[in-house]
């Protein structure tokens, strides 16, 4: 190459180098980012109580305040100075010295030993952020820095490093950190205080004075020392600070409702114009109470295996939400604590059965008297057969509705969520607002009642406040207001939903829900389900305890509890009763008494008999009051309750050769077949008959001389009437015949005693059919003077529901009228009196024989002949029509 040839090539390079410089000198005077002069995007937005009582400040990288280097400790400055860029009034920017002694050491050890940023390329960085590889983010930052220093002066760049820095705990900016911290204002920072929230910039988690206090000290230390090597502290002076202790501010760190606080402020931190203030419908007392109890509670229960909990305290007028306790110990990471119990899906138990028994009542084919079977039940399902037990592994046998749910028995609910179909079932718990339980029913099958679908505590206090509403609940509302960044103030309304359920189904749920005495065989009394004030509540175990739920309500407050692990690990034998029940208590006697329950006018009180549902006969034992639907109250009388005739010696029937002083009478609660076994199991006595069928022979005008003779002894006459006849009477749909013109009776073996009717179809005397008036053997008398007309009575009885043609039959002729308002005219003479009905394949089936009797004007003696005649009825008038 000529020797002009290298000259060009020389000035070619040093042109292309001279022009670099030109351009890269010419990039610095390019205009700030405008982030690098906002304020306002670090302001918190303050997230309060329903009294303004402030629950946390957030903002969308955490907690900001802003603030004036002017308004703080000069030794707070003076430590970030010390400890992070002790040349940063002598560079402009970038620390030349301090790059090159980190390059040559990267190159020496093959690591990083020191570092080259300076306080200005922090500020560069916390503007800007990352976003490329570390080299080309490096050089930015230098670009950055380099554009600060020649617009800000060293004091402006200094603020900004204190306002954007991140000290941890969603502590933005130094004022932010004194609040978190040290519960005050960064201008009443102590020496020791700034030095410890300074040393926190560097690696905000690992000197974190909560968890790590320990490093933090030995990182505030550090901070001390360099302060010294600056000047700035004499060695007396560190001395001093070194040996203060640490007084952290708890307070500020366990902020209130922390998991509703996210949830609300998730949504709005997310807009493109946050408000300045959210006032949520927390109630920060009861939110404290709640949570302190949810700690206490899980305290007792850690031999337990018992380690999260979640509460929901909800105001059923309007929806509010009062608190909510995703898990008391929200900053512990061993528990979990920052998982929101209050929206996990879980398994609720036994707290959806009063959605089915309310499916029950609403069908209006059920009351809260019914009697439902709890005795073994095997269940075929599309996922296999099961036999579903109770929580005490016993059956109990025929139990009103009312137990059935108060106790919380298994196997009623199964059998009623397989009557009506898992199907109609799911349709009703998603009216309820289970909106969770997204699979097909046909997935559920008829465990769907005891709980195996997935739902949250926040659908379960909805769905029961809605009962405690009358069947319609307010949507749980969070917020009450937000007030905007020019303060405006909007309001955030409420809305009704309703639960499916009417206000008197609602209410006969709540009734029984709240009653102590039908919750007793299973519960027992005092415990902590029951309340010195009105209360319903609900429990629910899942499968191997893994879940506890308790949920309650009075008129006033709803309350939802959760207990178990977050992790999905079963408890320690912790039942809904001892694991979230007596939490539920707890909270419950913090809210005080919320009003009675107030019937409403669809609902009606009567008498029964609360062995049969049915109302009470003269011999039933006992007695109660029960509330029903109107129209559905009860129109039969008890016929579980039997008097029988036996001879002592034996205990079988007695016959017409039983000496009068060998005969008793004895009442028998004569059950289904259904229940048979389970009455043998349990030593339950039987009448004569079940087992096999038992002959006496006699007439039965013997049995009625015999049994006037012995009640003539201890009782008036007047009551013979009550057994007049009484062999021709079902027991509870037995077929027991008494044959008045013959010198046999017989009391037939079995509950349905077949046979083949005329035409060839199959016929039944069942007790799918009965008929509750009039009773057999009942003798009425006409009335001489009311007009013949008049002269009538309305029998009554029921037929199963499967059963169609239900029709009256009188003397074997059809009664032409309609079933439910027939009148029977008043004819002299003995008459008898049946129902008949079909099934779906036209099979055949006859309710049991009434026998009656008529008496003329002319009364007769007795209408078989007896020595003494029965009690003669007379038509009422208060049953005649106007």
Request: proline content about 6%.
């Amino acid at each position: 190459m000529s020797h002009l040839t290298r000259r060009l090539s020389r000035r070619t390079w040093h042109g292309a180098a001279l022009a670099l410089l030109f351009v890269a000198a010419g990039s610095l005077a390019i205009p700030l980012p405008e982030s690098a002069n906002e304020t306002r995007s670090v302001r918190s937005i303050r997230v309060t109580d329903r009294h303004g009582q402030l629950l946390r400040e957030v903002r969308p990288e955490g907690r900001g305040i802003p603030t004036e280097l002017n308004l703080l400790p000069s030794s707070v400055p003076q430590a970030v100075v010390a400890t992070e860029d002790r040349f940063f009034y002598r560079h402009p920017g970038v620390d030349l010295v301090a790059a090159a002694r980190a390059a040559t050491q990267l190159v020496r050890s093959g690591r990083v030993v020191s570092g080259a940023s300076t306080i200005t390329m922090q500020v560069a960085r916390l503007i800007r952020g990352r976003s490329g590889p570390r080299w080309l983010d490096k050089l930015a930052e230098v670009h950055l820095a380099l554009r600060l220093e020649l617009r800000m002066t060293k004091e402006e760049i200094l603020t900004l490093w204190l306002n954007r820095a991140y000290f941890g705990s969603q502590a933005y900016g130094i004022e932010a950190a004194a609040r978190t911290y040290f519960g005050k204002h960064a201008e009443d920072l102590a020496v020791a205080e700034g030095a410890l929230l300074v040393g926190l910039a560097q690696s905000p988690s690992m000197y974190d004075p909560f968890r790590r206090p320990d490093l933090a000290l030995q990182r505030r230390d550090y901070v001390l020392a360099a302060m010294e090597r600056s000047g700035i502290l004499t060695g007396a002076e560190r001395q001093q600070q070194t040996s203060l202790p640490v007084d952290l501010s708890h307070e500020t760190r366990i902020f209130d409702a922390p998991h509703l606080v996210e949830r609300v402020a998730a949504g709005e931190l997310a807009s493109p114009t946050p408000p300045l203030e959210i006032r949520t419908t927390i109630d920060r007392g009861l939110q404290r109470d709640a949570t302190a109890l949810a700690r206490a509670h899980l305290a007792t229960l850690e031999d337990m295996k018992a380690g999260n909990a979640a509460i929901l305290v909800v105001d059923n007028v309007s929806g509010d939400v009062l608190a909510y306790v995703g898990n008391p110990e929200f900053w512990d990471e061993q528990a979990e604590g920052q998982n929101d119990g209050v929206q996990m899906l879980r398994q609720p138990g036994s707290a959806l059965k009063p959605f089915t028994y309310g499916h029950a009542l609403r069908s209006r084919g059920y009351t809260a008297a019914s009697i439902l079977a709890d005795v073994e039940t095997p269940v075929l399902e599309a996922g296999g057969a099961f036999s579903p037990a109770n929580y005490d592994r016993r059956f109990h046998g025929p139990v009103p509705l009312r137990t059935a749910l108060a106790s919380s028995y298994n196997v009623p609910a199964v059998r009623l969520a397989r009557q009506f179909g898992p199907e109609a079932l799911l349709v009703t718990l998603h009216d309820a607002g289970f909106e969770s339980l997204t699979r097909p029913a046909r997935r559920y099958g008829v465990g769907l009642t005891l709980g195996n679908g997935e739902v949250s505590l926040e659908e379960l206090a909805q769905a029961y406040a809605g009962l405690a509403g009358g069947g319609v609940a307010q949507s749980l509302r969070f917020k009450l207001s937000r007030q905007t960044a020019i303060g405006e103030i909007h309001q955030i309304p409420s809305r009704a939903e309703s639960i499916g359920f009417g206000e008197g189904v609602a209410y006969i749920l709540s009734d029984i829900l709240s009653d102590p005495r039908a919750r007793e065989p299973a519960f027992g009394r005092g415990g902590p389900l029951e309340l010195p004030f009105p209360c319903a509540v609900k429990t629910g175990t899942s499968k191997n305890y893994r879940d506890n739920w308790a949920v309650g309500y009075t008129p006033k407050h709803t309350v939802a509890v959760w207990v178990g692990n977050f992790d999905g690990a079963p408890m320690r034998t912790v039942a809904g009763v001892s694991g979230a029940g007596t939490l539920l208590k707890s909270v419950f006697l913090v809210l005080g008494p919320g009003g009675a329950f107030e019937m409403p006018t669809s609902v009606t009180q009567e008498v029964i008999c609360p062995v049969s549902g049915e109302r009470p006969s003269r011999i039933c034992p006992t007695r109660r009051s029960e509330i029903f639907l109107r129209g559905t109250e009860p129109r039969d009388t008890c016929d579980v309750h039997q008097r029988f005739v036996l001879d002592v010696r034996n205990g079988t029937l007695a016959g017409s050769e039983t000496p009068i002083e060998f005969i008793t009478e004895q009442v028998f609660e004569v059950q289904p077949p259904i229940f048979r076994e389970w009455m043998r199991e349990q030593g339950r006595p039987l009448p004569p008959g079940i087992e096999g069928a038992k002959r006496a022979r006699g007439t039965a005008e013997h049995f009625a001389e015999a049994e006037t003779a012995r009640r003539t002894e201890v009782e008036p006459i007047e009551a013979v009437g009550e057994t007049y006849g009484r062999m021709e009477d079902h027991v509870h749909g037995r077929h027991t015949r008494a044959n008045t013109e013959s010198s046999e009776i017989v009391v037939a073996q079995g509950y349905a005693n077949d046979r083949v009717a005329a035409d060839g179809t199959q016929t039944s005397s069942t007790d799918r059919l009965l008929i509750s008036y009039p009773e057999s053997g009942m003798v009425f008398q006409m009335d001489a003077v009311l007009r013949k007309k008049y002269q009538r009575f309305e029998p009554r009885g029921s037929a199963a529901q499967d059963l169609t043609n239900v029709e009256w039959w009188l003397d074997g002729d059809r009664f032409d009228q309609p079933f439910d308002s027939a009148q029977i005219p008043l004819e002299p003479g003995r008459h008898v009196l049946q129902i008949r009905a079909r099934d779906r394949h036209g099979r055949l089936f006859n309710s049991r024989e009434v026998v009656f009797v008529v008496l003329g004007l002319e009364p007769i003696a007795s209408a078989t002949g007896a020595r003494s005649a029965p009690p003669v009825h007379k038509i009422s008038t208060e049953r005649l029509p106007e």
